[in-house]
């Protein structure tokens, strides 16, 4: 039988700094107050708010529900999930029409739910939406 060698004093520790560095990359992946999931979204309908809420060729992001509502410049209502493609996080930033995730910089066109800016390569999950009495209702059912 042959002895293997022992670990040097700077393999252990360069072992120990990828680990750290590692573990990093994982926590930066999440969201703050953890991950989300596709669940994040509504899996009921949910009066978002009032209809005038989003002008015509404009978009509202509603945080508390993980959508984004969008109105084209003929009126019809679109809504995308904003939980992003690349790693699961809640967007939470809207510029514009432009949906911004925190944790990669990925961008979403909030009228078409299409990537503009990687590293995403997914667009948005569609949800259904329509307008009724007045006000915006999104998810499943609607």
Do not use: W
Request: include cysteine; aromatic fraction near 2%; glycine fraction near 12%.
């Amino acid at each position: 039988m042959t002895a293997r060698p022992s670990a040097s004093r700077r393999t252990v520790l360069r072992g120990v700094a990828v680990t750290s560095v590692a573990g990093l990359g994982t926590a930066a992946c999440k969201a703050p107050g953890g991950a989300a999931s596709a669940e994040a979204t509504p899996t009921a309908p949910v009066d978002l708010g009032a209809e005038s809420e989003v002008a015509k060729g404009g978009a509202r992001l509603y945080r508390e529900h993980n959508v984004v509502v969008s109105r084209s410049a003929d009126g019809g209502l679109k809504a995308y999930s904003t939980i992003c493609t690349h790693a699961g996080c809640p967007i939470d930033k809207l510029q514009g029409t432009t949906l911004v995730c925190p944790c990669h910089g990925s961008e979403f066109d909030a009228l078409t739910g299409k990537v503009v800016r990687s590293p995403a390569t997914e667009p948005l999950n569609e949800l259904l939406v329509k307008a009724a009495d007045g006000r915006i209702v999104a998810g499943p059912g609607a």
